[in-house]
């Protein structure tokens, strides 16, 4: 895949460097290509477009490279499918981690419980089955 820069400057009020750049190949490349190609920090690197003709083995990729975070976040926008899949992941997380912490209460309470029942056992629930998977490899 030969690469070749066509247009190349620096926007300085919007603190990024647009590029555009044209690829010979049979199959038209991937944003990471593309990324990969330009050669700058691929986490401050957004490609806008990649373009091809019909019959033509030469497609146009146009991308932006930003200077810091700060101007990306400011400047690029998430669309709103994407933005509701990560809202629904965040809230997925926080969840999860309200229903490990109830159960580590949960475990934590039973334990206590056992405690108070039979202060005098050694064994508690934690250690009964790492003894019992010891009995296990030992009969294989």
Request: glycine letters at 2%; charged letters at 45%.
């Amino acid at each position: 895949m030969a690469t070749k820069i066509i247009k190349q400057e620096k926007n300085i009020f919007l603190e990024r460097e647009e590029i555009i750049i044209e690829f010979s190949s049979d199959v038209a490349p991937s944003s990471e290509e593309v990324k990969v190609a330009i050669g700058k920090n691929i986490d401050l690197t957004v490609v806008k477009n990649i373009k091809g003709q019909f019959g033509k083995k030469v497609f146009v990729a146009e991308a932006v490279v930003y200077d810091n975070t700060e101007a990306k976040k400011k400047i690029e926008t998430i669309p709103k499918k994407i933005r509701k899949k990560i809202e629904a992941d965040k809230k997925a997380e926080e969840v999860a981690k309200k229903k490990a912490e109830e159960e580590a209460k949960k475990a934590e309470e039973e334990a206590e419980k056992v405690e108070e029942a039979d202060p005098e056992a050694e064994v508690t629930e934690a250690e009964a089955p790492i003894e019992e998977a010891k009995t296990e490899e030992k009969t294989e």
